[in-house]
């Protein structure tokens, strides 16, 4: 069986970069959307329950978006975008091989509008707009029934989410590029969905600052468990919208509500010294996707733990040597004193994160060189043990759960918040209190600051990419800050040599094309063109302010 199972890794490995097969699907529109869906809903309440709990489901559920009889092992929702948006960026790379499924985000012709890949992160976020406005759609707007108006707050906050995966990638930053094309807008009034054009970028945070406001107005603390939305995530992604928008006050602001209303606490450094971020269950996670036994059986290659933890005996990771790595560049950067350090193999493959961890016999650094014939490649430097595995070290179940907030990202946009709105004091012993007390005792911020190693603005994306590394922020917060692409100073450095590219912030190849099913369904949209595929070695000469 475990032959079996790499032969069909290598099989489906080689074929996935020329795989073209979105021409079978659906519009992501508007074919939920009818009006018989709207009375059926209306009729039978149990219906609109199925809906409503389906929206959060499909978050990171294998195979939901071509539900194919041969699933794709990258087809797993909004987990696997977060996986996309780092790999696409300059802090996470998996290897060059016939294994790597993300290899369209390494050397970015995730722009081929013809490729699965970027079809999944299109279709996903319109998907999942459609079933909100299907809950929107199945109840009176003037409703006073407290669990109707639940649900349509959520809905809001979740199609307001949808569009923040959006609207980062397909046009520049929002304070420069407001009045540009952005995505096209679909709520329960849209009628005409083979021509509906591009939405201005200020239009669609129009509508995603006021859906959100709607949630905030309208949730408390109360929900089914953290695989759901209620004030305080919705404040958090109010505070990421502003975050974008520039508007840093406002984003400092809904931080701190977000911290305040959710009880969550930063993980501690105890917590963090070993091999985590696998159980919605912990009480820095604000949200997050619960990845059940039942899910993860659809299809477990098409699992955060087959593609980013690496202690899966069922992965692409371990069994195919696919593990995802930091790059060495932001890893040279991180000091010694801090515990964040231990999240990657060092060059000596040694991380104090393995100490009491076991596979198969083998303890703390001697799992870096553990071999198990068709389960378990060797590990190397700078391979992540951040993510832990939630049914154990070496189990074969595919259910560990994936962070889509934690509290540990408010303190860092009520941080950035407070530096960029005139608050550089008080974003200082924000940032300062929580690296000190929950990563790096030794940190001195001061220093580093008067040091000219980085200045406060790069110091807290810094922060960032050490902290969120995995969790989906990495291009988007590159297009947000403008700025470069870096990957690589030397051709010594240990990137992936056809991934090994630097480039330059407005380069029109940076954003996203849409797939071709939405052109061809949509004749409104007009595509985004310009500029070209990187090529390996280019712009070596470029920085980022942070991996100088």
Same mark, same amino acid.
């Given at each position: 069986m475990k032959l079996y199972k790499l032969s069909l890794l290598a099989l489906t490995g080689a074929m996935m970069v020329a795989c073209s097969d979105i021409d079978d699907t659906y519009p992501e529109g508007g074919s939920l959307l009818a009006d018989q869906s709207k009375e059926t809903n209306l009729a039978i309440p149990e219906r609109t329950n199925a809906t409503f709990s389906g929206m959060f489901t499909m978050m990171g559920q294998p195979n939901y978006t071509f539900k194919r009889k041969s699933p794709r092992a990258d087809d797993f929702g909004f987990v696997m975008m977060c996986i996309s948006n780092d790999a696409e960026g300059a802090d996470l790379w998996l290897p060059d091989n016939n294994y790597n499924w993300f290899s369209v985000c390494g050397e970015w012709s995730s722009r081929n509008p013809d490729y699965a890949n970027p079809y999944v992160r299109y279709a996903s976020p319109y998907n999942q707009i459609a079933i909100a406005n299907e809950v929107l759609s199945s109840f009176p707007a003037d409703t006073d029934d407290a669990d109707a108006i639940n649900k349509m707050a959520q809905a809001r906050a979740i199609r307001a989410y949808d569009y923040l995966w959006l609207a980062p990638f397909f046009q520049f930053n929002y304070a420069d590029n407001k009045d540009l094309p952005c995505v096209p807008l679909v709520t329960p009034e849209t009628t005409d969905y083979s021509n509906n054009p591009r939405a201005s970028v200020k239009e669609v945070y129009e509508l995603i600052i006021s859906d959100l406001d709607y949630a905030i107005e309208h949730l408390g603390s109360d929900r089914a468990s953290k695989m759901y939305i209620n004030q305080a995530v919705a404040y958090g992604l109010r505070a990421r919208a502003y975050l974008n928008m520039g508007e840093y006050a406002k984003a400092a602001e809904d931080a701190d509500k977000a911290i305040s209303l959710s009880g969550a606490t930063p993980a501690s450094i105890e917590d963090v010294s070993k091999p985590s971020f696998c159980n919605i269950e912990d009480n820095n996670w604000m949200w997050g996707y619960d990845m059940t036994t039942d899910l993860q059986q659809i299809e477990p290659y098409a699992t955060c733990d087959s593609w980013l933890g690496s202690f899966s005996a069922w992965g692409y990771t371990a069994g195919a040597g696919c593990y995802a790595h930091v790059n060495s560049l932001l890893y040279n950067k991180i000091p010694s004193t801090d515990v964040r350090k231990g999240w990657w193999?060092?060059?000596?493959?040694?991380?104090?994160?393995?100490?009491?961890?076991?596979?198969?016999?083998?303890? +703390?650094?001697?799992?870096?060189?553990?071999?198990?014939?068709?389960?378990? &490649?060797?590990?190397?430097?700078?391979?992540?043990? @951040?993510?832990g595995m939630a049914s154990g070290i070496g189990s074969e179940t595919n259910n560990s759960?994936?962070?889509?907030?934690?509290?540990?990202?408010?303190?860092?946009?009520?941080?950035?918040?407070?530096?960029?709105? +005139?608050?550089?004091?008080?974003?200082? *012993?924000?940032?300062?209190?929580?690296? @000190?007390?929950?990563?790096?005792? $030794?940190?001195?911020?001061?220093?580093?600051?008067?040091? $000219?190693?980085?200045?406060?603005?790069? &110091?807290?994306?810094?922060?960032?990419?050490?902290?969120?590394? =995995?969790? =989906?922020?990495?291009?988007?917060?590159?297009?947000?800050?403008?700025?470069?692409?870096?990957?690589?100073?030397?051709?010594?450095?240990?990137?992936?040599?056809?991934?090994?590219?630097?480039?330059e912030y =407005?380069?029109?190849?940076?954003?996203?094309?849409?797939?071709?099913?939405?052109?061809?369904?949509?004749?409104?949209?007009?595509?985004?063109? +310009?500029?070209? *595929?990187?090529?390996? +070695?280019?712009?070596?000469?470029?920085?980022?302010?942070?991996?100088?």
């Open positions: 193999i060092n060059e000596n493959l040694h991380s104090p994160l393995l100490a009491d961890v076991e596979w198969d016999g083998a303890k +703390g650094d001697e799992i870096v060189t553990l071999t198990i014939p068709d389960v378990k &490649e060797p590990m190397d430097a700078y391979t992540n043990v @951040k993510f759960d994936y962070p889509f907030m934690r509290v540990e990202e408010m303190y860092l946009i009520k941080a950035e918040g407070l530096a960029k709105s +005139g608050n550089e004091a008080q974003a200082k *012993q924000v940032l300062s209190n929580f690296v @000190k007390t929950y990563r790096d005792p $030794g940190y001195d911020l001061d220093k580093i600051i008067s040091s $000219g190693l980085r200045n406060l603005s790069d &110091e807290i994306w810094f922060q960032r990419r050490v902290e969120l590394w =995995g969790e =989906g922020f990495g291009m988007s917060d590159i297009m947000r800050l403008k700025k470069p692409v870096v990957r690589f100073h030397s051709l010594d450095d240990p990137y992936p040599a056809a991934f090994r590219y630097n480039v =407005g380069d029109p190849y940076m954003l996203l094309r849409f797939p071709k099913t939405e052109t061809n369904n949509n004749a409104a949209i007009e595509n985004n063109t +310009g500029g070209q *595929q990187p090529v390996s +070695g280019q712009n070596p000469n470029l920085r980022d302010g942070v991996t100088d």
